[in-house]
């Protein structure tokens, strides 16, 4: 079943379990399939920034992505695939649909700076990886330095059919959602789903401003599932209430580089996946980061039981 | 009374307050003394890169540098003096001085990448300004994008006498405070005062990894004084515990744009400031904003009266 | 009298004359002034990226743009106002204004980066300056960072009446000036006069594709008055040939950094300036840059006389 | 017979030849082989940023590598095999070298700011690819942003015994030879290859500061081989003679973007490749730079006869 704008909930970010010796770990993979499910995912990312994705060979990035759609049955597997060429971008992309994914995600390079050359940037892609694949923009200008305005995120949209979603993470962003929205509801802007990453640091707000769901990796997927139940519920203190408790923890994690080894860490503590091992390159925790992690854990478990390990 | 390594405590970021129609508002800058003093500054910075500085004509950065100089009394007061030219920095410097400042502070021009460019930079800027100038470094990657490694701080520290302080903002940058202090250990660098900004984001920690206090804006500076007080006398989980409850207004302020205009809108709702004005060019916050900060307020008011508005 | 959009010649872009010991040598500015006006300047540009102009004091600044001005009789004075605020840029811009200057010239900060951001900026920039004085565009992407594209150039120009000119140094920039003319043949653009930059190195083919001349600071004026005269008459061998015989030095002139030290260097042995030094920080010539420079010009003299020195 | 610190003379960087349709020319790499070994290639470097490597897929980069390969029998053959990570880089590295080549080419990724950053990233791609492949560093900050000091170069030379030599084509760049020379007379740095590239843009001055030739792709790679071996029997004024002639054209060919274009419009009026085509993206040339080109290449015939075409 392919992705389109009506996607919503949680689409965990997956990362990508290894062993200490640096072989993917397919088992940790099954669990983090199952755990991911029971946190009510609606969906799932794969190879994404934080996938390690250029760390792996093409087949192991097949066979993890193979894994995952087997594992989400009928539930869409979104697939990275932004690539410096649009020859990898295509092989890639084509390979993973044939396979089963619902889509894919397509990140743009760094190198943009006007509008032009951003909105050119994405109609090549789709010509590259052809207009029967949906496809997800990401906008994450804090790692990749290219800003897009909602402007210029209406023009991909409306030049590119296959175009279903936006993966928000601009920051700041909440006035970004406001904008998308309102030219929907003046008519300017066909219906797009979004789903919002920066490691849900504005989760709470996002929700309220008109974001669809989450699509971020933060360790405890079943807080970003809860806050978007709870906000679509209209239970806004106590979505405040439990992402409050839980933003210590999210501020910690959603630093650039150690970032990936805290989720992994806090991943492992709580058993979704055996190892935190990166492959290299990876940034490691020292003993005072991760006795720092602890203690978050340690105190968010006053409020969160599901963080008492 | 010049700055030196033993600083600490609370040095807030001084706004800049404005009438609604552009003229410096003094009175307003008298009350913001008044209430630094009242939150336990140990001193104050202005000028910074939150205080419009660009915005302001050469007499009105001096006029508003002497209000606090005599409000601020033996309490020592940094002036910012980042400038594109060497000669503007020493002339403001050199005014600032004369007036009773106890330092300045220099961050470096965006253009540096090299280790060698970054400590260049400072040496050619303490000869601009004089030996004789105390002067604290601004290491703000994720504004200014100068990248500057510990090694390279501990060489601009140790070829000029004249630096006693860093104003530490890298993100991330908790091990970047435990690395300098471990060079002290080692020997290898002489002291030097490390205050933290980044608007307090990561300020818990900080503390504990050997920060000596806090020099950012947040609108409320009676928490950040208080949470370095509460992990100086080692009352860890109190400190922690005062932190998480401001932490979700301490995230909203910490946006890149928006925030000086949260900052301003919150410092007016409790008095400190008449006007939430800003000179042109600057952010405005939407209705909706305005909204998500006042219920930010009234959530936090439930653990910090001071948040009773 | 004002600058307009009919402005067309060669408009160097003067130096900063300094005495060895670093202050401004008014004798070698009313040299330069002579030596411009025997080479046909028909206007000039001070206080450029490569007029030292942060190195200077505000009331050096203003000395020398005042004498500019007084030798330049009826030909247009352009004064670059660039700077990190508004209100720094007001100030200087009515102050030279007041002094007689024709028009100012306004960089874009590198930050910015999308075509709102781009043309939002012009507009705050002509509410700060005021709609009276006349402007020009300074499109330089190598050393700006920031990238306008032909639509953006026509958007300022038609928000902004008082836009009067571009100084074109985009490269590769031959297209723009074609793109910007046919603009203006549909009728979409305004009459803009376009002055070339980049230190000359495709001013032989700018004339060709519709620039009006040259703005650019390369040390012999008198070639670049040429080339435009003789691409104006229809001479383009011609034209050429001269181009080409210089191209060698304005090649070598158009490094980053040690261009400006280059320029000097042949100014003064051309006696256009005494000495050829730069206000800290500056890059120095070694010994064996300016043996290639001798030789440069040595083999330059075979063509164009007035490289015998 | 792998690549060492000996290798000198001129090193073509190729471009790839396609067909209109898109497909690879094949006959075109034969040619371009024969065309390169008769204007006295003593290497060719394949895959380059000039190489539209982001376009191919995997099979067709070994296809080319090996026909190149085959085609310069013992004469030194380099690969580019810059990747996003160090899986794909030690993929292709490992592959090319089984296939016969004598070593690879590392551009460091834009991301990278302080030397450690630099030096470190390159002890991982040595690790990721195996310290028995002799390998390049690409320093071409104009296009990579990043800037590597001579010292830092130094340190990955000394750190990396498989290090072997430098593409130089850093910009200014003239002193980073000389001082790279100093360096290894004074004994603090051993010997290494520095081959030239930047478009030539400053190859005569070049081999006078110790290069020991060329890489890169200008269209005349005759004129390359000719200035390299003209310099090296002393023949200065006869180097610069020729270099000189071409110079307009290799200040044409060397824009950002349209200088492929222009390249291999160049190559195929020459006759080494058949078709101008380059794959999806790239940009074409109009038709008004069409004709500058045809007049710099009349222009440049009568000196060269090489040119008449």
């Known amino acids: 079943m392919l992705l389109d704008a009506t996607a919503s909930g949680l689409f965990p970010i997956a990362p990508t379990p290894f062993h200490p010796d640096g ?4 088992a940790s993979v099954n669990t983090l399939i199952e755990r991911y499910l029971a946190a009510g995912a609606t969906g799932v990312t794969v190879l994404g920034i934080m996938g390690e994705a250029p760390k792996l060979e093409p087949e192991e990035s097949l066979a993890i992505t193979s894994r995952f759609i087997d594992g989400f049955g009928k539930l869409p597997v979104i697939v990275g695939v932004s690539a410096p060429g649009f020859a990898a971008m295509r092989s890639l992309a084509r390979q993973v649909m044939e396979k089963g994914a619902a889509g894919v995600m397509i990140a743009p ?8 050359q951003i909105t050119g940037y994405y109609r090549q892609a789709v010509e ?6 949906p496809f997800v923009i990401q906008d994450y200008p804090l790692t990749l330095t290219v800003q897009m305005t909602p402007k210029v995120i209406r023009q991909i949209v409306e030049e590119n059919p296959s175009c279903v979603m936006l993966k928000h993470e601009d920051w700041p962003g909440l006035e970004k959602i406001s904008t ?22 504005f989760l709470d707000f996002e929700m309220e401003r008109g974001a669809d769901g989450a699509m971020t990796g933060y360790a405890f997927p079943e807080m970003l599932g809860d806050v978007v139940r709870l ?29 990936l080894a805290t989720r992994k860490y806090v991943l492992m503590k709580r058993g979704f996946i055996a190892s935190d091992a990166q492959r290299k390159p990876g ?21 969160d039981p599901r963080a008492r390990i």
Chains 1, 2, 3, 4 share one sequence.
Not at 182 to 199: D, W, Y
Not at 233 to 250: I, Q, S, T, Y
Not at 284 to 296: F, M
């Open 109 to 116: 390079p760094p190198a943009l700076r006007t509008d032009d």
């Open 23 to 26: 072989r993917i770990d397919e």
């Open 180 to 201: 998308l929205r309102k030219f929907q509801a003046e008519g300017s802007l066909r219906p797009i789903s979004i789903l919002t990453g920066n490691g849900a640091l």
């Open 231 to 259: 906000q679509k519920e209209g239970k806004r203190d106590e979505a405040h209430d439990l992402f409050d408790a839980h933003l210590p923890l999210v501020r910690y994690e959603q630093q650039q580089g150690v970032g």
């Open 283 to 303: 940034a490691a925790l020292t003993d005072a980061a991760r006795a720092e992690i602890d203690y978050l854990l340690a105190r968010l478990a006053r409020h």
């Open 128 to 133: 590259a990886i052809g207009t029967d694949v």
